[in-house]
């Protein structure tokens, strides 16, 4: 009974904050005393989902980046994690420090720093830019996630295969990546929900000419459009709502991968 | 399979493994018995590629193997752990080694039911490994490993996670299974007893050697070292020296079966060959009856023969009545007397030094 108020009160808690925004993407008119809008209106829904807005293509932007960005944080994070989750080297403490620095030092502080050199060679104003610069921020926490994992993970299950006549690449195939799998796609997630809601490095790396969809958000948010800028926030949470279930579905019951993650 | 002057050195530290060699015939099972960290899982890995020899050979059929990859090699391995692969059911996992070599999809079903069925888990394929019990486990992990049809079975201590009574019960599916199928057969072990029963010959490794390559009885009977007789729990270990075929001991003399050069040795008797005899026996030596324990099936009894500082162990047959303090003659037969070199630290674990042994005998 006491749990199923505590999951209500949890659940309410987290819808609450939606509320004003699914309101105010219908609202033409909501100034301050008034409780509820006083005007209704489609035209913020309408300019969203309308192709002559900037947002389609704030969309694809916004996609193509995170997606990329997920996969190829993934794949160093994979290499880099089972290095530091398995082994022991020289300087191991340096790589993990060295890792954990852009969790640290502010965005800004590196962006500033990374642009001339962007700009250097070519990469400012570009997609591949941003999906460079949002590598930054991403990789620390993909490798962090995966080395929990490797530290978890037994390789005489890698012996194990190879004496049963696997090659190397078939262990990678069906051992290594099906174990880490679990593990990885929570990985992954994080990257696209760090590189999907990231809005300094894509502002300055991306110089205005890469429209992502917080650029698109803010923008409308300074021009005190609050109904386009509502019903585009709708749209900004809804593809990770929709990664999160998927990813908790699909993770539940590999237990696994979890305990390596709670290790965290 | 055999294996030449096998050394495996890790760093700058004494090699695991030390210079093994190991020939083994064909449909044999060969444990190799050793206590833990003496290079029995190395030696193991080395033969099936996935570890890289510092020095020596592995040959299959007289061809030189080094060099060729694990799974290139027709071995098949089982570890300690059953180590089935979590994401895949039961028929999955043994029929894994046949999908790696792109056997066909109906060929691979009859043959994982034809393995389980030999491991007595008939139908088990659509099952979680995870709702298996560990004796199942491990039969699983036989069959994937018997399934792919190896030239060479390695075994590395796959009983010792099980309890006790279910351990001696695999060990007998084993020996059926290795008996049935007729593959070579390495077995890594460090219980004496599971090598015993398991094995065609047993090769006994201490601190990285193979000290003795030999059928089991010739552990007890004729063991190679000291350290050897020690690891088969002989208690009965007398220093002293030799004299035309003579042992010269703090106790009196034996005689010898077998021709041994003159110097000095250590005498090993197992403690089951030590006769009580009457005091008229011509080669009987006096001896007082320290320690008695009945142990139901046997007494097994610690004598101190008279004006020695030995200790001869013995057991005999339960009826026999003997208490501390009594008076009892013994006779150590020749054909159970054994000689083994001295160790080189000196003669073993302090006892009489063989001179004073022989002024005492001259």
């Known amino acids: ?264 | 399979m055999s294996v030449h002057g096998l050394t495996k050195a890790f760093g700058t530290t004494a090699p695991t493994v030390d210079q093994v060699d190991l020939d083994v015939v064909p449909g044999d099972l060969v444990a190799l018995l050793g206590p833990s960290g003496c290079g029995k899982t190395t030696t193991l890995k080395l033969i099936a590629g996935l570890l890289e020899p510092t020095s020596g050979d592995v040959r299959f059929d007289r061809v030189s193997v080094l060099g060729v990859p694990p799974e290139r090699r027709s071995v098949a391995m089982v570890f300690q752990k059953p180590l089935l692969f979590p994401h895949m059911s039961v028929g999955d996992n043994v029929g894994f080694g046949l999908r790696m070599r792109g056997v066909g999809h109906a060929e691979v079903d009859r043959r994982v039911a034809e393995m389980l069925e030999l491991v007595q888990l008939p139908g088990m394929q659509t099952r979680r490994s995870s709702q298996l019990s560990g004796g199942q486990e491990q039969r699983v992990a036989l069959a994937r490993a018997l399934v792919i049809e190896p030239d060479l079975l390695l075994l590395d201590e796959p009983l010792s996670q099980l309890d006790a009574n279910l351990r001696v019960e695999m060990r007998d599916l084993v020996r059926s299974i290795q008996r049935a199928v007729a593959v070579t057969t390495l077995f890594v072990t460090h219980d004496q007893e599971e090598a015993v029963v398991l094995a065609d010959r047993i090769a006994l490794m201490l601190e990285g050697r193979v000290r003795q390559y030999d059928q089991a009885e010739a552990f007890y009977r004729r063991p190679a070292t000291l350290a050897v007789a020690r690891f088969f729990g002989s208690a009965n270990l007398f220093a002293g020296v030799v004299r035309d075929r003579r042992f010269l001991a703090t106790f009196g003399q034996v005689a010898l079966a077998e021709p041994v050069p003159d110097g000095p040795g250590v005498l090993v008797v197992r403690q089951e060959a030590v006769e009580v005899v009457s005091e008229a026996h011509p080669r009987a030596f006096p001896a007082r009856v320290g320690e008695a324990k009945y142990l139901g099936t046997h007494l097994r009894v610690k004598a101190q023969p008279d004006g020695s500082g030995d200790i001869v162990h013995l057991t005999v047959a339960p009826d026999y009545r003997l208490a501390p303090g009594d008076r009892i003659w013994l006779h150590l037969p020749p054909n159970a007397c054994h000689m083994v070199p001295e160790e080189e630290k000196g003669p073993a674990a302090g006892r009489a030094a063989p001179t004073e042994v022989g002024s005492l005998w001259r």
């Not at chain 1, 900037?54 to 995170?66: E, H, K, M």
């Not at chain 1, 990374?114 to 700009?119: D, E, K, S």
């Open chain 1, 1 to 264: 009974m006491s749990r199923t108020i505590g999951r209500g009160l949890l659940l309410l808690g987290l819808l609450i904050p939606l509320v004003p925004l699914v309101v105010g993407a219908a609202a033409a008119t909501w100034r301050y005393p008034a409780l509820v809008p006083t005007d209704w209106s489609l035209r913020g829904l309408r300019t969203v989902a309308s192709p002559a807005s900037d947002i389609p293509v704030g969309l694809l932007s916004s996609t193509t980046i995170a997606v990329s960005v997920a996969l190829i944080a993934s794949a160093i994070g994979l290499c880099a994690g089972r290095a530091l989750g398995l082994y022991t080297f020289r300087g191991k403490r340096v790589v993990q420090f060295l890792l954990l620095a852009p969790v640290i030092v502010p965005g800004l502080a590196v962006v500033l720093g990374i642009q001339i050199v962007f700009i250097r060679y070519g990469l400012a104003d570009r997609v591949v830019g941003v999906i460079v610069a949002h590598l930054i921020p991403t990789t620390p926490y993909v490798t962090l996630v995966m080395a929990s994992v490797y530290a978890n993970y037994d390789v005489s299950y890698e012996d194990q295969a190879r004496v049963l006549g696997a090659t190397p690449v078939q262990v990678l195939r069906s051992v290594t990546l099906p174990t880490v799998l679990p593990g990885l796609a929570v990985a992954a997630l994080f990257a696209f929900l760090i590189s999907w809601s990231e809005y300094v490095l894509a502002l300055l790396v991306g110089g205005g000419s890469v429209r992502t969809l917080p650029l698109l958000l803010f923008a409308y948010l300074a021009g005190n459009d609050t109904n386009v800028a509502a019903a585009l926030s709708l749209v900004i949470i809804f593809p990770p709502l929709v990664l999160v279930a998927a990813a908790s579905r699909f993770l539940s019951g590999e237990q696994g991968a979890l305990v390596g993650f709670s290790r965290l």
